[in-house]
């Protein structure tokens, strides 16, 4: 038999690794869905000298590969693996950060922002210690289009803000799977409370109701009470404390007559501390 802490803690990870694919899925969807209207943009684009017709055809056409790639990505979350599909994801991200601008800018300009994005979304959709990974995979690429550039000394600064990011990714993800294990835990402990509730109340062999101290109101009672007593659940609840209260001193009926209606404070529990 699995112990029950061990049940909990697969139950936890089964829910994450859910959380982690609902996320991925919807990031997907988003690229496509982005992806589709760039291409539809590009495919009626003018040239002009700005953007000549080989630009707008390269263009058109690494739009078209990223599509591909998302949709292929969503096929091997889907069948194979959701860490093996969230690791392409974030390649195909850096990728394409590496590619999207002049080399000036990819390594000290604007392009580092987008080098970003691929950090946080491996801090979500993978194991929170991802996002390092991410962010060395970027400051590799930008080293090498530094190397590639003619430039002498690396672009630390850009490598020391997407490892900050990455740290941020990290942080943020942890403390969300932390939140995850604590509600996990609360909804457990929820349960188990119902349960005893149950087993005390509920499933009682004894007749027991539950009134409000403000108006003596019944609010609850159990399947006994509604046996014994003949009242119905309904006709219950619409009841009061003084509606159903027989004295003790009220006569016992006999064995051979039929059982009287009413609560006796002998054989039935009235909770009066229940707050409603």
Known sequence: ?????????????????????????????????????????LFFATPSPELTVDDIRVMIHGVLVIIIAVAATYVIARWISIELAGGLLVCLLVVAGAISDSPEQVTNGRAVVFFALPVLIAGLILPPWASFVAAG????AIYW????????????????????????????????????????????????????????????PLPMCVARTSDAQLIEVNEAAVRHYGYSRDEFLGLKVPDVLVEIAAPVPSSNQLPRRGLTMENSVIAQNQMM
């Open 145 to 204: 289009i530094g190397v590639t550039a003619g430039q002498r000394v690396p672009a630390i600064p850009s490598m020391i803000v997407l490892f900050f990011i990455a740290l941020v990714a990290w942080l943020f993800a942890h403390s969300m799977n932390r939140s995850n294990a604590k509600l996990h835990l609360a909804v457990q402990e929820l349960r188990q409370r119902e349960a005893d509730f149950r087993v005390l109340f509920a499933d009682n």
């Open 1 to 41: 038999m699995i112990p029950p802490a061990v049940q909990d803690d697969a139950h936890v990870a089964l829910e994450d690794r859910e959380r982690r694919r609902s996320l991925l899925n919807l990031l997907l969807l988003s690229m496509l869905v982005v992806g589709g209207l760039a291409w539809i943009v």
């Open 137 to 140: 995979l970027c400051s590799v």
